[in-house]
C-alpha cells in the first residue's frame, strides 16, 4: 500500500520530468488561458521568437501573431473552449525582430483537476526549411515540364529535318539516335546543377568526349555559367561541330586540331556581348557533316547558321576553305549566362 506522501513524491517527481522534458524540446511550446495570454514559455520558444520568458508570459498570444491572421487565434481559442483539439495549423507567426517564420502549430485543450478547461498549450514547430524545399520543388517541376515540352518540340524537329537529309533507314537511324543522346548530355548537365546552369566548359567537353583526339582540342576563355537555354542549343551546336570534324574535319585528320575560344565583349552602347569562335585547320577540306553539301544542305548547318543564333538573339557565321573550317557565334551576354554569374577575367584551359 502506498501512503498518500509516497504518492505526493511521485508526482512531483513526474512534474519535475515533465517541466524538464518541456524545457528541453526543440520545439515551442507555450501555455496560454482562455483569454490568450501567455502563462508559459520553453527555451525553444524563446529561440525561436527572440522573446524572453520574462517577455512573454502575462502578455497576448496576438503578439505573435501577424495582424491579418488574428482572426485565427480567436477560431482557436474557441474550438479549445469547445474541447476541440488544432491539429497541425500551418501558418505564420512573428518574432521579436518583426520577421515572420513559417511554423506548424499544435494546440491542445488544458484541464484542471475537476475536467474543467482551463487554457491551452501550444507547440509550434518552424517548418521554413520544408516550406522552402517545397518551393524549390514546385519551381523545378515546372521547369522540368517546360523543358520536356522543349526538348519534345527539338526533337521532333530533329526527326523531321534529319528524315529529309537521310539517304537510308539505316543512316537515319544512326544520326537521329547521335543527335538525341546529344541533347541527353546537355540535359544531364542541367539535372546535375537542379537546373541552375552549366560551365561552358564543362559542356563542351561533354560534347567532344565521344570523338575522342582531346590532345587535338584546346579551350581558351572566361568561366561562364549559362543558363539552361543556352546549354541546350549551344549543346546541339557542338555535338553538330564535333560530328563534322569527326568525319571530315580536324579529328578525322592526323595533325588537324579544334581550337574553341570565347570572349565576353561591350560591344554599341556598352552592351556587353557574348563571342565564341570554333576554329579547325586540318589536311583535308571541311565538310558539314553531309556527305554531298552540293546537293543536300546538312542539318548541322541549320543548327550553326539558324537554329542556334536565333534562339540566342545573336547571329553567326560559317566559313569554309580548303582544310580550314571556321564557325563564330556573337549573342548578348544575357541570353548565354546566368544573371550575375558571367565571369570578366580570362582564364585558359588546355585539352
Same mark, same amino acid.
Given at each position: ?6 504518492? !505526493? ?15 528541453? $524540446?526543440?520545439?515551442?511550446i507555450?501555455?496560454?488561458? *482562455? %483569454?490568450?495570454?501567455?502563462?508559459d ?11 524572453s ?9 496576438? *503578439? &505573435? ?15 479549445i473552449?469547445?474541447?476541440?483539439g488544432?491539429? $497541425?495549423?500551418?501558418? /505564420?507567426r512573428?518574432r521579436?525582430?518583426?520577421?515572420? +517564420? ?15 478547461? +482551463? ?10 526549411a ?10 523545378? /517541376? ?8 522543349? !526538348? ?5 524537329s ?22 538525341? /543522346? ?11 546543377s ?13 560534347? *567532344? ?14 568561366? *561562364?555559367?549559362?543558363? $539552361? %537555354?543556352?546549354?541546350?542549343n ?6 553538330? &561541330?564535333?560530328? %563534322? ?10 595533325g588537324?586540331? +579544334?581550337?574553341?575560344t570565347w ?15 570554333? !576554329?579547325?585547320?586540318? %589536311? ?27 534562339a ?5 557565321g ?6 580550314? /573550317?571556321?564557325?563564330s557565334?556573337?549573342?548578348? &551576354?544575357?541570353?548565354?549566362v ?14
Open positions: 500500500m502506498v501512503k498518500s506522501g509516497g504518492r !505526493q513524491s511521485e508526482n512531483a517527481s513526474a512534474n519535475e520530468r515533465l517541466a524538464a522534458i518541456v524545457d528541453s $524540446s526543440f520545439d515551442a507555450m501555455g496560454k488561458d *482562455l %483569454n490568450s495570454i501567455i502563462t514559455w520553453n527555451r525553444a520558444a524563446e529561440r525561436m521568437f527572440g522573446y520568458a520574462e517577455e512573454a508570459i502575462g502578455r497576448s498570444m496576438l *503578439l &505573435l501573431i501577424p495582424e491579418h491572421l488574428h482572426d485565427e487565434e480567436a477560431d482557436i481559442i474557441g474550438r473552449s469547445a474541447g476541440e488544432v491539429a $497541425s495549423l500551418e501558418t /505564420m512573428k521579436k525582430d518583426g520577421s515572420l +517564420v513559417a511554423v506548424s502549430v499544435t494546440v491542445s485543450p488544458i484541464r484542471n483537476p475537476s475536467g474543467d478547461i +482551463v487554457g491551452a498549450s501550444t507547440i509550434a514547430r518552424d517548418v521554413t520544408a516550406k522552402e524545399s517545397e518551393r524549390r520543388i514546385r519551381l523545378l /517541376m515546372r521547369e522540368v515540364n517546360h523543358r520536356v515540352k522543349n !526538348q519534345f518540340a527539338v526533337i521532333l530533329m526527326v523531321r529535318e534529319t528524315n529529309k537529309r537521310s539517304a537510308s533507314p539505316d543512316e537515319f537511324e544512326e544520326m537521329i539516335r547521335a543527335r538525341i /543522346m546529344a541533347l541527353s548530355r546537355s540535359h544531364d548537365l542541367l539535372v546535375t537542379e537546373w541552375a546552369g552549366a560551365s561552358l566548359f564543362d559542356l563542351i567537353q561533354e560534347h *567532344l568526349k565521344p570523338f575522342g583526339h582531346e590532345e587535338r582540342i584546346s579551350l581558351s576563355g572566361p568561366l *561562364l555559367t549559362l543558363q $539552361s %537555354n543556352a546549354v541546350q549551344l549543346g546541339m551546336a557542338f555535338h553538330e &561541330l564535333g560530328t %563534322n570534324s569527326s568525319k571530315y574535319g580536324a579529328l578525322a585528320s592526323e588537324g586540331h +579544334v581550337g574553341i570572349t565576353v565583349e561591350t560591344g554599341p552602347e556598352a552592351q556587353r556581348r557574348f563571342h565564341l569562335v570554333w !576554329q579547325e585547320t586540318s %589536311n583535308t577540306d571541311a565538310g558539314d557533316g553531309e556527305p554531298n553539301e552540293a546537293a543536300r544542305k546538312g542539318f548541322g548547318t541549320v543548327v550553326l547558321q539558324r537554329v542556334a543564333p536565333q540566342l538573339g545573336g547571329s553567326s560559317l566559313e569554309r576553305s580548303p582544310g580550314q /573550317m571556321k564557325w557565334l556573337t549573342a548578348p &551576354l544575357e541570353a548565354i546566368v544573371p550575375q554569374l558571367g565571369a570578366e577575367n580570362a582564364s585558359d584551359f588546355n585539352s
